[in-house]
């Protein structure tokens, strides 16, 4: 068995492509692997306890795919257009997903049956966008497994603390409820600091989601889009900054003080549109990847300091997501 690192990105319109050689190079498997060619991908997710299997979510409802087969399979469910993913850190195969329109469900036998969980409020259409809401992230507390997050464009933040049987609004303070992102960090003292980001600026929250404060970054655009913590220090943060979707340039910020402070990250050449998110993993916190809202990717092998231009450029990126895989060494190759 030879482990490996597989980089993963989802696209609005060519489905999945796979790298192995760290985004040098990609490949596009054909129908045949199990997924239409011009689906729309929206989210990827991957547990630690399982190398050989990744979801996506996508406009024609969740698919798993299989390392060890190079095969997509198509899970029947409930759900059409899946926008958001996360595996209960205890237990892969309890997985959670928000839809567009703005849903919640949760599988407890690995995507075979659904559940749609209540949330007070949820609406499916805003007349702000004038089209339905969409649940753009849920994530689980790092410390508290009970208590997940989720965040609806155009609705809110929700809260639950009983892993999802029953959700709570919290936009108290929020200067728009169209939300992109949720990070959580834990800093040197042990408090908690929750980051929301939305179209019109970031957010920080110190008492558990019940109040929010507006926080205005050094640019000339407020809009912000994705916010991630470095695995191997909660005091290292990355957000993505622009002028709109798609946008057509931005910046990408650090911090190193648990969000306090932010600074600029120099990508190089011109962007094309907005930096849509950054892309980590634990089992190596300096291997980020970055990319913008149109396809330009970036990756950075000393923890954001510096950056390259990867040579392929997509028409529109939606999702990036990269992992460590155990297969074996002779397992055709994907096509």
Request: proline share 7%.
């Amino acid at each position: 068995m030879t482990p490996h690192v597989e980089v993963y990105a989802g696209t609005a319109g060519h489905s999945a492509w796979f790298s192995n050689d760290h985004g040098q190079t990609w490949v596009h498997p054909n129908s045949h692997s199990g997924m239409y060619l011009e689906a729309r991908v929206w989210h990827f997710s991957s547990h630690p306890s399982d190398p050989h299997l990744l979801y996506a979510g996508t406009d024609m409802g969740l698919f798993r795919w299989d390392e060890r087969t190079t095969r997509w399979t198509h899970l029947p469910s409930p759900m059409q257009d899946i926008w958001a993913l996360v595996q209960d850190p205890d237990d892969p195969n309890i997985i959670y997903a928000g839809t567009r329109p703005a849903a919640f469900y949760r599988s407890k036998d690995a995507g075979v049956t659904w559940e749609e969980l209540q949330a007070p409020g949820i609406q499916k259409f805003s007349d702000i966008n004038m089209g339905p809401t969409r649940v753009t992230q849920m994530l689980f507390d790092p410390k508290d497994h009970n208590t997940l997050w989720a965040v609806v464009e155009i609705g809110g933040v929700y809260r639950s603390q009983d892993r999802g049987n029953t959700w709570e609004l919290k936009t108290e303070g929020l200067v728009s409820a169209d939300m992109h992102g949720i990070a959580i960090v834990h800093d040197a003292t042990g408090q908690k600091i929750l980051y929301a980001t939305t179209n019109r600026g970031l957010h920080r929250s110190t008492d558990n989601g019940e109040h929010w404060s507006f926080i205005t970054l050094d640019a000339p655009w407020q809009y912000t889009r994705g916010i991630v913590v470095r695995p191997d220090s909660d005091a290292v943060l990355f957000l993505t900054n622009g002028n709109g979707p798609p946008g057509n340039t931005g910046k990408l910020w650090r911090s190193t003080d648990y969000g306090y402070t932010w600074h600029t990250l120099e990508l190089p050449g011109l962007l094309n549109s907005t930096p849509w998110a950054v892309t980590t993993h634990p089992s190596d916190p300096k291997l980020l990847f970055t990319y913008t809202n149109l396809g330009q990717l970036f990756r950075s092998t000393d923890g954001g300091d510096h950056w390259v231009r990867l040579p392929h450029e997509f028409g529109e990126l939606r999702a990036m997501h990269w992992r460590p895989t155990i297969y074996p060494a002779d397992r055709p190759a994907h096509s």
